[in-house]
């Protein structure tokens, strides 16, 4: 029995470590037990005392209360008791050796206002929960009623958040009832009380999360349960949590998960809308560099030959060399090269040059009507073959030039007259556009 004892309190322990006392979250509390007024004679306080612990003078009955926390440590309410006459005795000597009728024969019930104040005030002190409380209501006895007042000291054991054991004692005067005044009742009694506390209500939720204030972390501000009541935060503040904001400390649209758009090749248009993005280009070519298609350094935006490389200062086209009738002449059935026809073939030359390697040219040659087409044909050719000569003796290269003979096909004047043969005698040097 002893060993059942013992496991019984140490379980009882256990389980009060994890409890507190009425509070915030359990505004409200109900105690209910067993009542004992003593009613005893001693007319000194000394015996008073003694008999504080004895049966004598004991009415045994019922004893509750019904309180409501206010904070601070402090709770209202009312309490009572009721005792009738369960203990047999019926006269006793005192300790002024008078003979007294046992009061617990008489009828005993109180109705109280009570104040109680914790003494842990606000703090968590666990399952032990002492307190001190005054009180002041009506008395009867023996069907007498008077006002009467008093105070006493409690304690809460708290088994669980909600149940728990509660001890107290308390000491009353009842001078206003009218036997106290005859003598047969004292002016004061004791009022002991023993039985089961039950707490309750609705925990404090100041911000109304769902999560009482002792857990909320942030109790003014609400925020989900798995954040502890914290509402998650926006620390870039771009309108995306922290959580699901990929970049939480950049501010970005919620369409790339709160992070910037980048500009991977840093020409001031955003990736998203930059066609090439890791290559630097202008705005109005939406983010790609402009092409140099045949790559003669002028952009194709800017050049007027795309596909064939020419000189800047010719809006990237090559020179053409249009030397027909008024560069190149012949006399009648020759291919000898005059003098002047040799001055500007030297400046035929240089413009081959100075343009740019890739581009080729056509010497092509020409007779007026005049003898056998054979003949003219076999002539034109002598004469392209003694300008393509010449400029290659002038260092342009031999594969740059192609010539061709004509004959007397695609006159530019008429056959007619002298000064039309005059200018059908000639070599055309234009550039291979092909």
């Given at each position: 029995?002893?060993?059942?004892?013992?496991?019984?309190?140490?379980?009882?322990?256990?389980?009060?470590?994890?409890?507190?006392?009425?509070?915030?979250?359990?505004?409200?509390?109900?105690?209910?037990?067993?009542?004992?007024?003593?009613?005893?004679?001693?007319?000194?306080?000394?015996?008073?005392?003694?008999?504080?612990?004895?049966?004598?003078?004991?009415?045994?009955?019922?004893?509750?209360?019904?309180?409501?926390?206010?904070?601070?440590?402090?709770?209202?309410?009312?309490?009572?008791?009721?005792?009738?006459?369960?203990?047999?005795?019926?006269?006793?000597?005192?300790?002024?050796?008078?003979?007294?009728?046992?009061?617990s024969a008489f009828e005993m019930?109180?109705?109280?206002?009570?104040?109680?104040?914790?003494?842990?005030?606000?703090?968590?002190?666990?399952?032990?929960?002492?307190?001190?409380?005054?009180?002041?209501?009506?008395?009867?006895?023996?069907?007498?009623?008077?006002?009467?007042?008093?105070?006493?000291?409690?304690?809460?054991?708290?088994?669980?958040?909600?149940?728990?054991?509660?001890?107290?004692?308390?000491?009353?005067?009842?001078?206003?009832?009218?036997?106290?005044?005859?003598?047969?009742?004292?002016?004061?009694?004791?009022?002991?009380?023993?039985?089961?506390?039950?707490?309750?209500?609705?925990?404090?939720?100041?911000?109304?999360?769902?999560?009482?204030?002792?857990?909320?972390?942030?109790?003014?501000?609400?925020?989900?349960?798995?954040?502890?009541?914290?509402?998650?935060?926006?620390?870039?503040?771009?309108?995306?949590?922290?959580?699901?904001?990929?970049?939480?400390?950049?501010?970005?649209?919620?369409?790339?998960?709160?992070?910037?758009?980048?500009?991977?090749?840093?020409?001031?248009?955003?990736?998203?809308?930059?066609?090439?993005?890791?290559?630097?280009?202008?705005?109005?070519?939406?983010?790609?560099?402009?092409?140099?298609?045949?790559?003669?350094?002028?952009?194709?935006?800017?050049?007027?030959?795309?596909?064939?490389?020419?000189?800047?200062?010719?809006?990237?086209?090559?020179?053409?060399?249009?030397?027909?009738?008024?560069?190149?002449?012949?006399?009648?059935?020759?291919?000898?090269?005059?003098?002047?026809?040799?001055?500007?073939?030297?400046?035929?030359?240089?413009?081959?040059?100075?343009?740019?390697?890739?581009?080729?040219?056509?010497?092509?040659?020409?007779?007026?009507?005049?003898g056998r087409d054979e003949y003219?044909?076999?002539?034109?050719?002598?004469?392209?073959?003694?300008?393509?000569?010449?400029?290659?003796?002038?260092?342009?290269?031999?594969?740059?030039?192609?010539?061709?003979?004509?004959?007397?096909?695609?006159?530019?004047?008429?056959?007619?007259?002298?000064?039309?043969?005059?200018?059908?005698?000639?070599?055309?040097?234009?550039?291979?556009?092909?």
């Amino acid at each position: 029995m002893k060993n059942f004892l013992m496991l019984s309190f140490a379980f009882i322990l256990s389980t009060m470590n994890i409890v507190n006392a009425q509070d915030a979250d359990h505004k409200w509390a109900l105690n209910l037990g067993l009542g004992v007024l003593d009613n005893n004679n001693y007319t000194s306080f000394d015996g008073k005392l003694k008999d504080w612990g004895g049966l004598r003078d004991h009415s045994y009955g019922i004893e509750g209360a019904f309180l409501y926390y206010i904070g601070k440590g402090v709770s209202i309410g009312a309490q009572g008791s009721y005792a009738g006459s369960l203990y047999g005795q019926k006269e006793y000597y005192g300790e002024c050796g008078c003979l007294f009728q046992d009061l617990s024969a008489f009828e005993m019930w109180n109705a109280l206002g009570t104040v109680r104040i914790s003494l842990k005030g606000d703090k968590e002190l666990g399952w032990f929960d002492p307190y001190l409380y005054a009180d002041a209501g009506v008395t009867s006895f023996a069907n007498q009623t008077g006002f009467t007042f008093g105070g006493g000291a409690g304690v809460n054991f708290w088994l669980s958040d909600k149940v728990g054991i509660y001890a107290m004692t308390s000491i009353q005067n009842d001078s206003k009832i009218p036997e106290a005044k005859t003598g047969i009742l004292s002016e004061y009694y004791f009022n002991h009380g023993l039985g089961l506390a039950y707490r309750f209500g609705k925990k404090k939720d100041t911000d109304g999360d769902g999560l009482p204030d002792k857990e909320d972390t942030c109790p003014e501000v609400a925020g989900p349960l798995e954040n502890d009541g914290c509402p998650w935060p926006d620390t870039d503040g771009d309108g995306l949590i922290d959580r699901d904001d990929a970049c939480p400390e950049v501010a970005g649209p919620l369409e790339n998960n709160g992070c910037p758009w980048p500009d991977t090749d840093g020409d001031g248009l955003l990736d998203k809308d930059d066609t090439c993005p890791e290559v630097a280009g202008p705005i109005e070519n939406n983010g790609c560099p402009w092409p140099d298609t045949d790559g003669d350094g002028v952009l194709d935006k800017d050049d007027a030959c795309v596909k064939v490389a020419g000189p800047i200062d010719n809006k990237g086209c090559p020179y053409v060399l249009e030397l027909t009738d008024t560069s190149i002449f012949f006399d009648f059935d020759s291919y000898s090269l005059t003098m002047e026809s040799q001055r500007k073939l030297d400046r035929v030359a240089e413009l081959i040059l100075d343009s740019p390697e890739n581009i080729s040219y056509f010497v092509s040659g020409y007779t007026d009507n005049s003898g056998r087409d054979e003949y003219n044909l076999k002539l034109s050719e002598k004469r392209a073959n003694a300008v393509e000569e010449y400029l290659i003796s002038k260092g342009v290269q031999e594969q740059r030039i192609r010539s061709n003979a004509f004959g007397e096909q695609d006159p530019v004047d008429s056959n007619e007259d002298s000064k039309g043969r005059q200018q059908n005698r000639r070599v055309e040097i234009k550039q291979n556009k092909s």
